[in-house]
């Protein structure tokens, strides 16, 4: 399945409604960062979830955005029922190849998706050491 969708993380856990996801927003438009504010006006006419974003700073690796969307006081999504797709899958694993992390205290936590050839070693791995000790008891019993 991993293999098949090309994932190498799967998601747990479940979002505490904290915001924070909200405030820190890098924006990836194909495959690079934007990172220049007139690059960005053009892109507002792409997509409505653009147009709910303001800059807040940069960093080395572009413009940081927040959502103008997210209520200050509560720190609620204000427009939670019809929030974009993006905002309904997030987090995704595409977060971390643009350098992007999850917030120590988000609700959800990205696991690494062990590869089906992997389990299937370990456990043949274990049936072996188990057959050895079973083995290892019947000697015994033997003697
Ligand atoms: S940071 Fe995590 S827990 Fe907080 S709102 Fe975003 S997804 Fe939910
Ligand atoms: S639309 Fe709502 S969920 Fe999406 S980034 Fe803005 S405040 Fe957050």
Redesign the pocket.
Known sequence: MAKILRRKYYRTGK???????CTQIYVKHYKHVIQDEKEFEKLQYLHRFYTYLKVIGKDDIGLIFECQNLDPETHKCKIHKTRPGICRR??QEELFSMGGA??DD???KMEPIIPFCEVLEKTAKKSLNNFSIIKFNNIKKIF
């Open positions: 979002c505490k409604a904290c915001g924070k996801c997030y987090p999850l917030s988000c609700g959800y």
